[in-house]
T-cell receptor
Framework: AQSVTQPDIHITVSEGASLELRCNYS??????LFWYVQSPGQGLQLLLK??????LVQGIKGFEAEFKRSQSSFNLRKPSVHWSDAAEYFC??????????????FGTGTQLKVEL | EAGVAQSPRYKIIEKRQSVAFWCNPI?????LYWYQQILGQGPKLLIQ????????DSQLPKDRFSAERLKGVDSTLKIQPAKLEDSAVYLC???????????????FGPGTRLTVL
């Protein structure tokens, strides 16, 4: 069965500083990997996804993530954090379903706080 | 393009009562998902529909939870009777692709926050 570990429950960074959120996955085949962001009272918004090809994936809002198969990791990065990036971030691994669609298994999330 | 709509946004009930949540997916999306997100945890898939058929309901507590998508568009998730541990945010998501997983992006609604007292 697939699983995702996000080791950092809370992270605090200063505005303008760089950010890296860690994600480790467990999956028997080539994984489909996702990062979502959730602001208070909002649903989840997709930041980026990896299916194959280039291991460095660019997303929205200046985020990027790098797939490292040898480390079973898919860490999210941003060179310069803005106060509006404060939110909860979820990493997810997907498995295709016979009937169609993608079954996502989410990590427990990392709460990002940005200090001004 | 309108997003995934959910109602109500908030619901407070007593244990052993019943409750229902409604979801309207993005127009044209064949796949609909219901997730349960308990405070401090990531979302957990409860059930997935492809049009009006169930693809995966392996994590749905079928003794108390039920869901339907009769016309392949909007969907209802019901809990009867509710327990304290059902307090959570219930998220609905939809996606369009049937064949290509590389383009299958799930779009989430704002969720319904359920409090069971």
């Amino acid at each position: 069965a697939q699983s995702v570990t996000q080791p950092d429950i809370h992270i605090t960074v200063s505005e303008g500083a760089s950010l890296e959120l860690r994600c480790n996955y467990s999956y028997g085949a080539t994984p489909y990997l996702f990062w979502y962001v959730q602001s208070p009272g909002q649903g989840l918004q997709l930041l980026l996804k990896y299916f194959s090809g280039d291991t460095l994936v660019q997303g929205i809002k200046g985020f990027e993530a790098e797939f490292k198969r040898s480390q079973s990791s898919f860490n999210l990065r941003k060179p310069s954090v803005h106060w509006s990036d404060a939110a909860e971030y979820f990493c997810a691994v997907g498995a295709g379903l016979t009937g169609g669609g993608n079954k996502l298994t989410f990590g427990t999330g990392t709460q990002l706080k940005v200090e001004l | 393009e309108a997003g995934v709509a959910q109602s109500p946004r908030y619901k407070i009930i007593e244990k052993r009562q019943s409750v229902a949540f409604w979801c309207n997916p993005i127009s044209g999306h064949a796949t609909l998902y219901w997730y349960q997100q308990i405070l401090g945890q990531g979302p957990k898939l409860l059930i997935q529909f492809q049009n009006n058929g169930v693809v995966d309901d392996s994590q749905l507590p079928k003794d108390r939870f039920s869901a339907e998508r009769l016309k392949g568009v909007d969907s209802t998730l019901k809990i009867q009777p509710a327990k304290l541990e059902d307090s959570a945010v219930y998220l609905c998501a939809s996606s369009s692709s049937l064949l290509s997983l590389s383009t299958d992006t799930q779009y989430f609604g704002p969720g319904t926050r359920l409090t069971v007292l």
